[in-house]
């Protein structure tokens, strides 16, 4: 069975940093796409950031670019986002989704793109607040 947890998430003050972890299991990461979204109180769900484990390619939306890191960790098949210098407005509840099998270079073609995704975890509150 296929599955996506995230973890890590908590409150945490404004100029403070998380990790988030989006454990894969009943796939591997390696052609799949994993993305990470948020959605805020009364806002649309925005994609914030894309891996594609086999080449390293990376896309992040202009509202983290800077300050959140995407990476991966093959034997825990697990990927990461290192959220830094966090702001109130980062305040969301954080999504990772699996879209694949894909191709090289698909988070920087399409990273900005709002397609489907195969697989969603549950999602994980990241409260930024003093």
């Known amino acids: 069975q296929v599955q996506l947890v995230e973890s890590g998430g908590g409150l945490v003050q404004p100029g403070g940093s998380l990790r988030l972890s989006c454990a894969a299991s009943?796939?591997?990461?390696?052609?799949?796409?994993i993305n990470w979204f948020r959605q805020a109180p009364g806002k649309e769900r925005e994609k914030i950031s894309c891996?594609?484990?086999?080449?390293?390619?990376?896309y992040y939306a202009d509202s983290v670019k800077g300050r959140f890191a995407i990476s991966r960790d093959y034997a825990k098949n697990t990927v990461y986002l290192q959220m830094n210098s966090l702001k109130p407005e980062d305040t969301a509840v954080y999504y990772c989704?699996?879209?694949?099998?894909?191709?090289?270079?698909?988070?920087?073609?399409?990273?900005?793109?709002?397609?489907?995704?195969?697989?969603w975890g549950k999602g994980i509150l990241v409260t930024v607040s003093s």
């Open positions: 989704a699996a879209v694949g099998p894909v191709g090289p270079h698909y988070c920087s073609a399409y990273g900005g793109e709002n397609r489907a995704m195969d697989y």
């Open positions: 009943g796939f591997t990461l390696q052609y799949y796409a």
């Open positions: 891996l594609y484990p086999t080449d390293g390619d990376t």
